[in-house]
């Protein structure tokens, strides 16, 4: 008997903190991030900026459920499965990483929940399927970015591009949308490699980009792996132009980078040169906001891929009250509602640009989601 | 392809084959006397690497209070082992030795501005971190079911590998990190320039064979773990300590392991989660070796190494598939050509 009072006592605060945690909340939000695992350096600043997402909503307490996935596709799944069967989720943000968000879409499509994917791949809603209806992401298109390097390079005379980007969906989309858009401006391609992202090594793949001899290099790789081909370029005596995608765009590539990232351009959303920014820009003040209040928590700045969660929390913000006029949370119709909600966005603010949602376009950003920035005397330098 | 392209691939592939070289000596070692597949090598490089690049950077170590935590469970389960024998709890001085050493190396490394230390010494500070984690590894998870089958000894190898990659995200954060070369000089011959951290890395390694061959074939200590590893029953008639033998292979695997990641750390950045790959490719080196022979553990690191780089440059894509797919026809070969005998179990 005394053996069991324990066990019974835990029972019933267990029991008493689920129930009170399901009176509490009107609208759950399933939050899955990769905060451990090889993608830990995106998924970190994303779970910190769950904490900051705005809690109550048109007068409804939203609560976010965080559940890592340890970048394991497989354990997002199992991950978003749960917080759909358990929790009984009205909207989702996550995963972190593309492949993961690529095998999620599935099941949030089949449960009817709608699904903020903070990842770079643009496959997560193109083409645009019966499933992707579901799905919006909050970074970027590459062909955004894309197409203001290009314009860049046209605009200072490049006339051959070597490209290297890593084996994996966010080198394979990015490798696609290059070749596309320089061939359209007149740009010849002339090196297209390849590497991994736990690569020790690039000596291979940089030889051949040098016997190509290029104008101009591009390089597309999420996070700090994006510095190890130029460094080697440099190192072998590389004298070209250097661009980057909004997948360097982390202080973590300036500190591994050093002097070797001098003069690197490339395209990111403002969160970089935030104090550079003209006060007219319309995501300025958001995203000072967001710094702000992601450093009065944390006491650091946040990477760029925090701020994907934290517009996602301001689509939900912005679409929940227009769904709670239709029906009640928690049911199906109530999440197909905030669905439509999303997808009608229109000229929200948030702090990487302002979305613009329309059936076929998921991802809503145009040319103000974007600046040009280059690496001057070892800091982001927006460029005029 | 000209003579140059060629030299400089040479060249990467036998600086990684160096490295990959030393992990496959390591795993043999630890293989041939413990039984144990060390899937934490790689970790060790990792460790290793990233606890240099944090005392350059002049950032406390979180790492030592790993050394702190498992000294504390070490000495835990000592005196649980010694409660249940007749001789009841007496406090050793060896005891009170093994919780003072990461305490004191903890509060020389709070007191220390590690930052300004000349790098030999960096090195060796990183060296009494991460070296005295093998031996504590072998203690607290592996000297308890040192007569478990191989299987299960893999599958713990495995858990230690996960929670060490677990850990080294808390110690170390999700960033990559390198660490300044040795030397900054180069040597410019008529095809190719020679970097000193090539010669470094190529001269360590050498010289760690030839120091680790002299150990074995001329001093006591080699020649009882020698004996362990031939057989293990037979050593143990003979004297040998299967606790000493597991410790000293393990202290050697932590010890090759810090020194590799140190070597390597300012060629490229590691990351907390680099070390499995690189010691997966000395693993493929050490199953080229049969997992018996030494030399032609090497020796395959040496080819993995180079048919790394050379892949790359022709497929780039296809890189890890081709050295992966390496291992395939080398077991296939070992298997047809060589008498399996069936060791006791």
Redesign the interface.
Known sequence: MLKTLPTLALCSITALSLLSTSASAQIKVGVVASSTGPVASVGIPQKNTAALLPTTVAGLSVEYITLDDASDPTASVTAVKKLISEQKIDALIGPSGSPNAMGVIQFAAEAGVPMLAPVGTASVVLPMTEQKKWVFKTTQNDEIIADALIAHMVKNGVKTLAFIGTADPYGENWSKVVEALALKHGIKVVANEKYQRSDTSVTGQTLKIIGAKPDAVLIAAPGGPSVLPQAALVDKGYKGRFYQTHGAALQDFLKLGGKKVEGTILAASLMLVLDQVADSHPSKKVAADYVAAYEQKYGQKPATFGANVYDAGLLLAAAIPVAAGKAKPGTAEFRAALRDALESTKELVATQGVYNMTPADHCGFDERGRELITVKNGQWTLLP | MDMQ?AL??GQ?GI??GAIYALLALSILLVFTVTRVLLIPQGEFVAFGALTMATLQAGEPVKLVWLLVALAIAEAFSELMLMRRTAQGIRISSSLVLKLAYPLALAAALYHLNAATLPMLVQAFLTLLIIVPLGPQLYRLFFQPIANAPSLILLIVAIAVHVALV?IG?LAFG?????TTPFSEANFEFELLTLNSQTLWVVGTSVLLIVVLYVFFNRTIYGKALRAAAVNRTGARLMGISPVFAGKASFFLASLIGALSGIL?AP????????GF??SLKGFIGAIIGGLVSYPLAAVGAIIVGLL???????A??Y??VIVFTLIIPFLLWRSLTSHHVEEEE
């Open positions: 392209i400089i691939l990467d600086i990684n677990g995200l999700p960033g990559g990190a390198s390597i060629i490229t950045a590691i990351y907390f989660d680099s790959l690189i790394e780089a050379f892949s790359a440059f022709w780039s894509d890189k890890d």
